[in-house]
């Protein structure tokens, strides 16, 4: 909901979609699991075919060499955007990836670090204003990896006491994090299902108002 809105008010807006499900992309028009040959048959164009992923911009010996972003960014509304590096099926597999490699959960922030100020060839970031991550729900080294490059990380959470204790069990997460690390990103708490006529909902309303 948030992407939109920063396009519509001026800001050049990236979305990388770290999520092997694809839930973003295909919300974007990208489905992960498109071939060539479904595009084809169902009168699509090739662009709508993901070839890359964000895997692909990394300079990994062995197992990525890096491609321009341009091969990467797909642009569904045009230039003004937003624009999004869509999901792909191997992305599992650039996990396995990533958990090889030395300082595995800083890899995404280094990579953005070096984006941002244009020292990467292929992967220039200098003219957006906001990049945004969307990952799947857990504990993986990819969302690790997406936390640690952010400042701000927006969390959904439905009225009920389960999801309430998952979001104390992440906010430890975040504590544990910068305690490691030195950093960690500012959690928003965003209520969703909200339904008056239960009486547990203002109770969870409280108990997220007053620690966060």
């Known amino acids: 909901v948030i992407t939109p809105h920063l396009a519509l008010s ?10 092997p499900q694809g839930d973003l992309s295909q919300g974007m028009g990208y489905d992960p699991e498109m071939t ?4 084809v048959s169902a009168n699509m164009p090739a662009d709508a075919v993901v070839k890359n992923s964000f895997a692909n911009l990394f300079d990994i010996a062995r197992f990525y060499d890096p491609v321009d972003l341009e091969e990467v960014v797909k642009k569904p509304y045009g230039d003004l955007g937003p624009h999004i590096i869509p999901a792909d099926v191997f992305l599992q597999e650039f ?7 030395p300082n595995k959960e800083k890899l995404i922030s280094t990579l953005l670090q070096r984006a941002r100020i244009g020292a990467l060839k292929n992967f220039d970031t200098s003219k957006y204003d906001f990049i945004i991550f969307d990952c799947a729900p857990g504990n993986s080294v990819l ?14 959470v439905a009225l009920s006491i389960f999801s309430t204790k998952g979001l104390s069990r992440f906010s430890r997460a975040l504590i544990s994090m910068e305690d490691t690390f030195g950093i960690a990103p500012q959690p928003f708490v965003v209520p969703t299902m ?13 108990i997220l108002s007053t620690n966060f």
């Not at 060539?36 to 595009?39: F, I, K, N, R, S």
């Not at 969302?143 to 959904?156: R, T």
Request: charged share 20%.
């Open 10 to 19: 001026g800001f050049s807006t990236l979305v990388i979609d770290l999520d």
């Open 36 to 39: 060539e040959a479904h595009a």
């Open 95 to 101: 996990e396995d990836v990533i958990n090889i490699q």
């Open 143 to 156: 969302m690790k990896n997406a936390l640690l490059a952010s400042d701000y990380v927006i969390a959904p």
């Open 194 to 206: 909200f339904e008056p006529i239960l009486s547990r909902i203002p109770d969870n309303i409280q």
